[in-house]
């Protein structure tokens, strides 16, 4: 939490801003912050609030705006909890911040300091200390707020500010710095019109800088005030420096001929609008009235930081008519940063003043902020590397304002009080808008394809748009993607250039990042996607989670990851690749074991989230995960499926990359493990493709079992696809393998599945046979597994007629599945109950079936089933005369089908049809 009471009122908890509410609670608030810790009993307050119209229910209010108070001031305080922040002392209250906490107390200590200096004999010192005081004084404690005009304590700080200001002008004449001292003892007399020290001072000060006519117009102000105020003379310090004054003799002017600074870079011809980053830029120059606005405008390397301010930049340059400074400060190479020290050099001769005037950083800075004051200039500090290169660059004074660009958030401005404007990728038809402005909107339209492919190949980096643009001006745009998918994209933009390469531009950036950080970035280029989560990126570092967290945040303060919320972090596709071939270059034993943490990560976790959906998923042991690969584990269905969602894309290609890596135990239990996910999503065809990658490494590692698991998956697959003769090969495969492996379970489980696609085919009494056979062997076994073989029973032996026994089997299996309390397999049983009562007549008895297997289903997640039930619940009510509820739920089911493009919707369709009269 920081707080602000000298000039507006205000607070920020973190670089938030945060409201205080209304003046009686700022006011309240200022009069705490002026105690300086001590308390202030309840009479005083009222006193200082209100004077002599203070209501009855002063105390009550007192109380009330504490309350309002210490929810801004200390948010996370639990009710009940004695306050830390805003105290309780007697009948009173005592606000306890740390000094940097609170700007007043920050003033008080600086002042504190410089003076002790001064009278060290520290001049110089003494001046760059009471300058950052000075720095803070924004205006009178409270800012002007009605209740506190004329209070004590507001009066005594701003005499507090007074003296500071002598000081600091003491201090700068002795160490021979007169122009740091002219604007602050220019206001200094203007809010104290009759103070001679002051007074004498400035006018010491205009003629130690030369300006002998400054000094006598000084003079002979306060001549004239002294006499019509108060009807006095000059008194001694007055007289003695203005006698100084008619002693000297003009000094000769310097040869600095001063203009107006306009160093605006031209701005770029083919812009593409950033409505947003322009808005928020207005808003904050539209701040001005209240301090020095300050824009921390970031972003990745490459996006378009500098090109976007430079536009905003000339369309206000006509509200700054005293100049415009511009400097690559360049924070992020080539070359080394720039030194403020030199960029104060710079900016002070073309204000006027020559470079050699002062070489101490501190006193450059003065001089900087001095020539401004009472200016409209508007400062763009580009390339940024830290907040501490900046900020000696920054304006003192209102008018003036200041925009810095960087790839880095530079947080240390942001808790001052800076605003961050982030610039984003652009979005896809903001990338065609850019390249239609650089080759023109006739090329494009021309090659289309080829336009949209290099449009998703520099994947909203304007950086990379720019330099295929440039490539694309001699060559056709399909030649432009032949060197995209041949060379890859960071080989095929590389320019040689250092102010274009976009491998150079991710190098200076990452580079700038110190360890372990940096090393983190390479590790996120074993990882096959962009997108990860924390827990794979904690699986990649080996590092404690607390540590991989602040790692990623110091690469999202760097612009080299998105930190997406959720705890997912996301690396732009190019940075991605530049990442890869990072990771590429790792010891191979640090890649390796990475590549396992992440592997054992996932799998484990894949594992666990699997066996929340199922009492029939894979409970065999598999070797323990590696140390540090932190894998999940879950306690609810819900928590599993949410992860398997976002995680899904990531699963699929970690197959792929533990194929390549040679990891075949990887490849098969990976496949095997997300089976059930996908079967319910209705991903067959990938269920199939992973089924294939699998067997392969298993057939490499010579595993009978594993074989014959493989080959099992792949009767599923093809089963769901309808592909008869390809699950008959894999089921006879898998059948013979699990025998040699001498597995029962697995034996039987395999035999249930071959049933499931034979009663598909019509094949009931095959079906029939195995299912009995396989049913037989996990009783034997005490498997849950018989659960399901039992519902199939129960559904074949419906198909031979034999419905009673069909029922009697269903009624065992939902029984066993609520033992278990596998409510898939429930609503599975339902389903089938369900359709048995149907063909027997039985349809109210049928339609409560379905009815809840609907709900089971919906609660699962699974959409297809869903559709499947809702289909037979309408079939169920036509079969009632309930034509309108029968319409309803087959509609509802087209719906679910055709979003998944699912055949069974012709079905839907047909009953929909033929009911349409």
């Not at 309808?722 to 898998?734: N, V």
Request: charged share 20%; net charge negative.
């Amino acid at each position: 939490m920081r707080v602000q009471v000298l000039g507006a009122v205000r607070a920020w908890s973190g670089t938030d801003e945060v409201n205080i509410g209304s003046p009686g609670r700022r006011a309240l608030l200022t009069l705490l912050a002026l105690a300086d810790g001590h308390p202030l009993g309840m009479g005083g307050l009222i006193e200082a609030l209100w004077g002599e119209r203070s209501p009855r229910s002063a105390v009550n209010v007192v109380h009330t705006h504490v309350k309002h108070l210490r929810r801004v001031l200390e948010p996370a305080r639990r009710p009940g909890s004695p306050a830390r922040v805003l105290v309780r002392c007697g009948d009173g209250y005592a606000l306890r911040l740390p000094d940097e906490a609170l700007d007043l107390a920050q003033f008080r200590r600086l002042a504190a300091s410089g003076a002790a200096l001064c009278r060290a004999g520290e001049h110089r010192a003494a001046t760059a200390r009471l300058t950052s005081a000075l720095e803070l004084w924004a205006g009178p404690p409270g800012g002007g707020l009605a209740a506190l005009a004329g209070n004590p304590a507001v009066t005594a700080a701003v005499r507090e500010w007074l003296s500071a200001v002598l000081a600091h002008g003491e201090a700068a004449l002795a160490a021979g710095e007169p122009a740091v001292a002219v604007p602050l003892l220019s206001r200094a007399t203007a809010e104290a019109p009759l103070d001679e020290s002051l007074h004498a001072l400035l006018i010491r000060a205009h003629h130690a800088t030369g300006d002998r006519s400054a000094a006598a117009a000084a003079f002979h102000r306060v001549r004239k005030d002294l006499a019509a105020e108060l009807g006095l003379d000059p008194g001694p310090k007055l007289t003695a420096a203005y006698s100084e004054v008619l002693a000297s003799r003009p000094a000769a002017a310097a040869r600095v001929v001063a203009v107006v600074p306009k160093q605006l870079p031209p701005a770029c011809g083919s812009f593409v609008l950033r409505d947003e980053v322009l808005a928020e830029l207005d808003a904050v120059v539209a701040d001005g009235d209240r301090g020095v606005p300050v824009a921390v405008v970031d972003g990745t390397a490459g996006v378009g930081k500098t090109t976007v301010v430079v536009h905003w930049a000339h369309g206000v340059a006509d509200r700054f008519p005293d100049g415009h400074l511009f400097v690559d400060l360049r924070g992020f190479g080539p070359g080394a940063p720039l030194d403020p020290t030199d960029v104060l050099a710079g900016f002070t001769e073309v204000l006027g003043v020559p470079a050699g005037a002062s070489s101490d950083l501190a006193a450059r800075t003065g001089l900087f902020r001095s020539l401004l004051a009472g200016k409209r200039v508007l400062v763009v500090l580009d390339n940024a590397r830290d907040a501490d290169q900046v900020r000696p660059l920054l304006p003192g004074t209102a008018g003036c304002a200041a925009v810095v660009t960087s790839r880095s958030r530079l947080p240390g401005l942001l808790v001052g009080g800076a605003r961050a404007v982030a610039v984003d990728l652009l979005a896809p038809a903001e990338a065609r808008e850019m390249l239609a402005g650089r080759l023109g909107s006739t090329r494009v339209a021309a090659e289309p394809e080829a336009a949209e492919r290099v449009i998703a190949a520099c994947a909203g980096l304007p950086l990379a748009l720019a330099v295929a643009a440039a490539r694309a001006t001699t060559t056709p745009l399909v030649d432009v993607v032949a060197d995209l998918d041949e060379a890859g994209s960071l080989d095929a933009l590389a320019t040689g250039e250092p102010h274009s390469d976009i491998r150079v531009a991710f190098e200076t950036s990452h580079r700038a990042v110190a360890e372990p950080a940096a090393g983190l970035l390479d590790l996120l280029g074993v990882h096959p996607l962009p997108e990860l989560p924390l827990a794979a990126a904690t699986a990649l570092a080996g590092t404690p989670t607390t540590a991989t967290r602040r790692c990623l945040r110091t690469l999202a303060d760097a612009r080299l990851v998105d930190d997406r919320g959720h705890g997912r972090f996301r690396l732009h596709d190019l940075l991605h690749d530049y990442a890869r071939e990072r990771a590429a270059e790792l010891p191979a034993r640090a890649a390796a074991a990475a590549l396992d943490r992440l592997l054992d990560h996932y799998l484990h976790s894949t594992r666990a989230a699997a066996r929340t959906f199922s009492p029939y998923a894979d409970t065999r042991e598999v070797p323990a995960p590696a140390p540090g690969s932190e894998p999940l584990d879950f306690t609810d269905r819900a928590a599993a499926t949410a992860w398997f969602a976002v995680e899904q894309e990531a699963l699929v290609a970690l197959v792929g990359t533990a194929e390549a890596a040679g990891r075949d135990r990887h490849v098969c239990e990976l496949a095997v493990a997300q089976r059930f996910w996908l079967d319910r999503r209705g991903r067959w065809e990938c269920m199939r493709a992973l089924g294939e990658v699998a067997l392969a490494a298993a057939d490499r590692l010579g595993d009978p079992w594993l074989r014959g698991r493989c080959h099992r998956e792949l009767v599923t697959a093809h089963m769901r696809l309808a592909r008869w003769a390809d699950g008959e090969h894999h089921l006879a495969a898998a059948l013979r393998l699990l025998e040699e492996a001498a597995d029962p379970v697995a034996y039987g489980q395999t035999l249930v599945n071959g049933a499931q696609m034979r009663r598909k085919q019509g094949r009931v009494e095959e079906a029939l046979h195995d299912a009995r056979t396989g049913l037989g062997l996990l009783v034997e076994a005490g498997h849950n597994g018989q659960a399901l073989a039992l519902s199939l029973v129960g559904s074949l032996l419906s198909q031979t007629g034999a419905h009673v026994e069909a029922l009697a089997a269903h009624e065992r299996a939902l029984h066993l599945q609520r033992q278990l309390g596998y409510r898939f397999g429930e609503a599975d049983t339902l389903l089938a109950m369900g359709t048995v009562r149907h063909n027997t007549g039985d349809n109210e008895g049928a339609k409560a079936c379905h009815r809840r297997a609907v709900e089971l289903f919906g609660e699962a997640g699974d959409q297809f089933c869903v559709a499947d039930s809702l289909l037979r619940l309408g079939d169920d009510e036509h079969a009632l005369g309930h034509t309108a509820d029968a319409r309803a739920n087959w509609e509802q089911s087209l719906s679910i089908l055709t979003g998944l493009r699912n055949p069974l919707a012709d079905t839907a369709r047909l009953r929909l049809s033929e009911t349409s009269g």
